[in-house]
């Protein structure tokens, strides 16, 4: 069995967001929240906090290529090319991302904010395929947002697979959409590790083992990860932790590490 990792990048910086957006105050909130509810303790709240004075807080992107490529994982990482609910990087910065990524010889694709606009989707995939350089990629949705012509849609413009599909239940696989490739995927960090689940560390480990168990037994091809690059630092103890343990569980199980690429002939 494969494990299939991915990296949404929503942000690259603390700085983006002033007098842009809401995801300041919603950080703050968040972080209060769930030191009420006893998820950090007070010396995480306080690091929460410093972070947000910090010029490259919330990036930990080249730690989490580093770590990635010392670990043999090689992920598929998107990067938005468009501002739009709470990303709010520029273009420079987005450039800067893939290129880095791309310097790790990891793939890359988009991330669409425009899902119900074809002309609006349409600059998106040209944007980024100017700024990448690459003449096919792939594509998943902002916040996962869907509506019933978007996947057709994505696949009219040429996109050689989207996963935006969380399929925890029933662990899909991937399927043809047209000449497209729909790969669902399967756990996301903030749905077993968020503020607003009750989850803790404990809890979201023997979620994971469980859903692995359960693709194993089933004899699925792939389990697909989601991992945001945001997490990979000090201010989210809990989610770094899970995904260090996770890469070195999967290592431990002997399942072998793949993108969405190299799942293509099995779509």
Same mark, same amino acid.
């Given at each position: 069995?494969?494990? !299939? ?8 910086? !603390? ?10 105050? $919603? ?5 209060? !929240? ?21 010029? /490259? ?5 080249? @730690?989490?290529? $580093?770590f990635d ?13 468009? /501002? ?6 520029s273009l420079? +910065? *987005?450039?800067?991302?893939?290129? *880095? ?14 899902? /119900? ?5 349409? +600059? ?11 003449? @096919? ?31 925890? &239940? ?7 959409? /047209? ?24 809890? *979201?480990?023997?979620?994971? @083992? ?9 004899? $699925? ?11 990979? &630092? ?19 199980? &002997? ?6 690429r190299q ?5």
């Open positions: 069995m494969k494990i !299939v990792i991915s990296h949404d990048i929503d942000h690259l910086s !603390v700085r983006e967001h002033i007098f842009k957006d809401l995801i300041i105050p $919603k950080y703050i909130f968040w972080s209060i !929240v769930e030191l009420a509810r006893r998820k950090i303790n007070f010396g995480t709240f306080l690091i929460k906090l410093g972070m947000l004075g910090k010029k /490259n807080g919330w990036n930990n992107l080249d @730690e989490l290529l $580093k490529k010392q670990h043999g994982v090689n992920p598929t990482f998107f990067v938005g090319v468009r /501002n739009g609910k709470g990303l709010s990087y420079a +910065q *987005a450039q800067r991302a893939i290129k *880095a990524i791309r310097d790790y010889g990891f793939d890359v694709g988009l991330h669409g904010i425009a899902f /119900n606009n074809f002309e609006r989707m349409k +600059q998106e995939s040209e944007i980024f395929r100017a700024l990448s350089g690459l003449k @096919e990629f792939g594509v998943r949705m902002h916040y996962l947002r869907l509506a019933p012509q978007t996947l057709n849609m994505l696949d009219q413009l040429g996109y050689i697979f989207d996963s935006s599909i969380l399929s925890s &239940g029933s662990i899909a696989q991937g399927y043809r959409i /047209n000449r497209m490739v729909e790969f669902p995927f399967h756990i996301m960090d903030g749905a077993i590790l968020g503020p607003k689940v009750s989850y803790g560390l404990c809890e *979201a480990k023997a979620i994971t @083992e469980r859903l692995l168990n359960k693709a194993e037994a089933e004899k $699925k091809d792939y389990v697909g990860i989601l991992f945001h690059q945001r997490y990979f &630092g000090p201010d989210f103890p809990h989610y770094r932790a899970w995904y260090i343990w996770l890469i070195n569980h999967c290592k431990e199980r &002997g399942y072998k590490f793949a993108n969405y799942l293509m002939d099995k779509g």
